[in-house]
Every structure is written in structure tokens, then in C-alpha cells.
């Protein structure tokens, strides 16, 4: 016993005064109520420890103690709720999409990677474009969208693999079920920084995409706009695309 105790002693002594509370809170917050000796064993801490703290936390209102019991306290739940509301990633990309859309007034889509797929998680457009293919929570396979085929050449090779490893389904007379010329596509995307697509994910439709990373430069999606489907000069979608994939990869982690 003594030898679990001074073992216990030595352990608290490493730790600093965060790490201590962070461990008292939790504990409480994972096992309910608890008494001072079984709180100071489940915690991995020594008994004059915890009796101390939890007099600072109870005071604070942090922790309370009911019939000589501890648990998390009231005044918690009330710090949570003072911190700000969560943004999620789909939050943080929306703006650019708005602003592209105002730009180039054609509809855009932000897409993630889900497997072999592509998955809408941000869309900009008129009400009157606002169809099941532009709405959030779509998916499309990777090889029949400009931003699959933007995620294929701008992630390791294994994706464009995984991707070629089944049949790639046809969706209209356009789309591209042959591995050699998808890979000659992937390539090209690679090499001029975007993909486009022209009829192959549906009839009349057409799309250009391009990457967009996170600060630490980790690949995180893509960015894609409507394009007139006989359209040959696309360097004004490709200019402005890339620029808000610019703004992006500075905003987001």
C-alpha cells in the first residue's frame, strides 16, 4: 500500500494544476458521484489532492458535493453554453461559394471526398436552379465529376486505383468508363491544375473543378462551377476557381 501510494505521490507530482482539474472533472463527468477515496483512485491521484481541489472547484461551482459525494457542477454547463456556436466545415466554405457564384453567376458546388465518390457538402445558385443535383448530401461517382477527377490527381495514386478496380458505371452515352483514357484525364487535370467534365455525369450539363487544401496543405476538396457545355475558352472559370480556392486554403484549417 505504501508503495501505491508514494507511486501515486511521485505520478501527481508530474503533473501540473491543469492536468490535475482536467483529471478530477473528467473523472467525475465519465463515473458519476463519487466519494473523495474512490474520486482520488479512479483519477489516479493522492486524497489530500483531490479533498483540496474539489474545495477550489465547488467554490468555482464547477464541481458540487451532495451528501459528501462529488459531481460536475452546474456552473460547467454554463461555460459551455458561453462559448461559441461550432462552425462547421461546410459553414466555413459556403461564403466562397456565394461570392463565386455572384462572380461568375453560374451555379457552384463544394465537394468532399466519400470513398470512390464525391459528396456536395456547400452549394451557390438561384432559387431556380436550386435541383436534387446541386443540393447538399449528394453524391456522384469520382470518375463521371470534374472534382472526382480532381481529388484522383491530386491524391495518391491508390485513390485512382481504387477507383479503376470496378467497372466504372456509365451514366450517359459522354461519360468516361475506359481506365486508360480516365487516366490520360487524371494526368492532364494534374498538369493544368483542373479537371472539366462535358455531359458526362447527365445530358447538357458541363463542370470545371479544381483543388483546394487547408493550411497545413492537406488536400480538403473541391471547388466546382457550371460551364456552358460548348464551351472551349475556360480560362475566366479556371481564373476565378482558383482564386477563391486560394481564399479557401488561407481561411480553413
Known amino acids: 500500500m505504501t508503495t ?4 501515486m505521490s511521485e505520478q501527481a507530482g508530474a503533473l501540473s ?3 490535475k482539474v482536467q483529471a478530477v472533472i473528467e473523472t467525475l463527468a465519465s463515473n458519476g458521484p ?3 477515496v474512490a474520486l482520488a483512485r479512479a483519477a489516479g491521484l493522492p486524497k489530500t489532492t483531490v479533498r483540496r481541489l474539489c474545495g477550489e472547484l465547488v467554490a468555482w461551482g464547477v464541481v458540487e458535493r451532495t451528501d459528501g459525494k ?12 458561453m462559448a461559441p456556436p461550432h462552425r462547421s ?16 453567376r453560374s451555379p457552384v ?6 470513398g470512390t465518390q464525391v459528396r456536395c457538402i456547400a452549394t451557390a445558385s438561384s432559387p431556380t436552379e436550386r435541383t436534387a443535383h446541386v443540393m447538399r448530401g449528394v453524391r456522384a461517382p469520382m470518375h463521371a465529376t470534374a472534382g472526382g477527377k480532381v481529388f484522383m490527381a491530386f491524391s495518391p495514386k491508390e485513390l485512382f486505383t481504387q477507383v479503376v478496380s470496378r467497372p466504372l458505371v456509365r451514366l450517359t452515352p459522354y461519360t468516361i468508363c475506359s481506365a486508360a483514357t480516365l487516366a490520360r484525364q487524371v494526368y492532364d487535370a494534374r498538369l493544368h491544375g483542373f479537371a472539366t467534365i ?9 463542370a470545371l473543378a479544381v483543388p483546394f487544401y487547408g493550411r497545413s496543405g492537406r488536400l480538403l476538396g473541391a ?6 457545355v460548348q464551351a472551349t475558352d475556360v480560362s475566366r472559370y479556371e481564373r476565378a476557381l482558383k482564386a477563391q480556392a486560394e481564399g479557401i486554403s488561407r481561411a480553413v484549417a
Open 4 to 7: 501505491t501510494l508514494e507511486a
Open 17 to 19: 494544476v491543469v492536468d
Open 34 to 36: 463519487l466519494g473523495t
Open 70 to 81: 462529488y459531481r460536475v457542477g452546474r456552473r460547467l454547463t454554463e461555460l459551455a453554453l
Open 89 to 104: 466545415f461546410a459553414d466555413e466554405v459556403q461564403p466562397f461559394a456565394t461570392d463565386l457564384f455572384a462572380q461568375l
Open 109 to 114: 458546388t463544394v465537394l468532399a471526398m466519400h
Open 198 to 206: 462535358r455531359q458526362e455525369s447527365r445530358i447538357g450539363h458541363a
Open 223 to 228: 471547388l466546382a462551377v457550371r460551364i456552358p
